[in-house]
């Protein structure tokens, strides 16, 4: 599983560094996410899982 952020759809508006600040951050200066981390291990994936269904805008996407 590999973690996709759409750049072009994301506000920056950091629900996913709330739940998941270890695979997420936005960046403050371009108020777009960063991830951290792209591959959760197996242990990880239902916590990324919820971050990434928590965005508001859908910027967020899991593949694989």
Sequence with gaps: MRIQADLG???GL???E?????YFEV???EELV???DDAPPESDRAHVYAAVQACPVQALSLQG
């Excluded at 709330?18 to 270890?22: C, E, L």
């Design 34 to 36: 960063n991830v951290l």
């Design 18 to 22: 709330a739940m998941a600040n270890d």
């Design 9 to 11: 759809k994301c506000e």
């Design 27 to 29: 960046d403050e200066d």
């Design 14 to 16: 950091g629900m996913c």
